[in-house]
Nanobody
Framework: EVQLQASGGGLVQPGGSLRLSCAAS????????IGWFRQAPGKEREGISY???????ETVDSVKGRFTISSDSAKKTVYLQMSNLQPEDTATYYC?????????????????WGQGTLVTVSS
């Protein structure tokens, strides 16, 4: 059974930083891609940053330069380093996974989801 465990959210002041973690388990064949998404109250879930099984990364323009995705294959964990956080970054952040090497920006293309971790940016 594929499981994703997202963690690392919390309350941070504007301009602060957080690092989210997504621990993956249960993948039994081939590689998989991991994506980070977020959903603010009343808004649609949006993709932020992705990493393929081959290590290719993609980050959306709205957070590029502030958010960085990385992975530790030994720990089967993907990280999202977030810096210069702003109130508009407040949302529940989710990690998702998909078998194979492809990356998709659309959340409905992803197969497996973690439970989400809340990030609140406020003074």
């Amino acid at each position: 059974e594929v499981q994703l465990q997202a963690s690392g959210g919390g309350l941070v002041q504007p301009g602060g930083s957080l690092r989210l973690s997504c621990a993956a388990s249960g993948f039994t064949r081939g590689g998989y891609a991991i994506g980070w998404f977020r959903q603010a109250p009343g808004k649609e879930r949006e993709g932020i940053s992705y990493i393929s099984s081959g290590g290719r990364t993609e980050t959306v323009d709205s957070v590029k330069g502030r958010f960085t995705i990385s992975s530790d294959s030994a720990k089967k964990t993907v990280y999202l380093q977030m810096s210069n956080l702003q109130p508009e970054d407040t949302a529940t952040y989710y990690c998702a996974a998909k078998d194979g090497d492809n990356i998709y920006r659309d959340y409905w293309m992803w197969d497996y989801w973690g439970q989400g971790t809340l990030v609140t940016v406020s003074s």
